[in-house]
């Protein structure tokens, strides 16, 4: 029985009576690292909304009667995205009144019903997408992404996969996360680029930081030269004058280091800064 509907009178209980886990160890450490990849990149991909949750190795309840279904990674959509300063314990449904809209469990070498037990039950629960990545897998496709049509799961081709009612792609690709190059599951966007890793994301903003520095210092150099060859050939410039100067764009300062060979006066230099 899956319970969708929450009834004060019934005194079922909360998140805070029942345990957060099934309190059995991961077999390995990607069952942790692979779906708490995507929740870091996701958190910075939606860093606005807060309407959605992802859970890695959470317990979620649907059955008061029954323990939780623990599975490797879980993100639900339309859920608040904090229920309150100490976060939540566990996932229940008939108090978070939504299911989970997309499902990971990572394979490892001992099987836990991945491809037919675990799908049977998030199908007959009703969770949109189900993802299995097994990279143990030599022969068959690691990446396995199945959406639910008509209450049964149907296997979506090629890779990255696209996911229309989430707005995202999910595929693998070799990268570095924590220190550890190997092939882990990224978000991707719809023209099939992955969004980058903490890891990328820094040495990205890194690169833009030397080349603003670099930019920056590229035009105040220019600046510099274009002042002293201004003083040279008209004088002493105004203070008005300079701070208009000091305003220009780079591609402004080089069409004035051009024209100010035809200037003769400060007059000439005046009437330029007035046409921009």
Known sequence: MILLKYDPLANLPTAEDLPDSDDKPVDNELQDLVP??????????????????????????????????????????????????????????????????LVIEVVSHKRRGEYSKKKDFYAEMGVLYYVVYNPLRKRKPRLEVYRLENGQYTLLPGEPVWLPDIGLGIGRKRVTHQGVNREWLLWYDINGQPYPTPEEQVEISRQQGQQQGRQEGIQQGKLELILRLLRLKLGEINMIQEARIKQLTISQLDELGIQLFNFLELSDLDQWLQKL
């Not at 990849?37 to 890695?56: E, H, Q, T, Y």
């Not at 939780?68 to 904090?82: E, K, Y």
């Open 36 to 101: 708490g990849l995507l929740k870091i990149i996701l958190a910075s991909l939606w860093r606005d909304r807060m309407d959605w949750f992802f859970g890695v190795d959470m317990g979620i309840y649907y059955d008061p009667n029954e323990p939780a279904i623990v599975p490797d990674g879980f993100l639900s959509i339309g859920v608040p995205r904090i229920k309150s300063e100490n976060l939540r314990l566990s996932y229940v449904l008939w108090i978070e009144q939504k299911l989970p809209t």
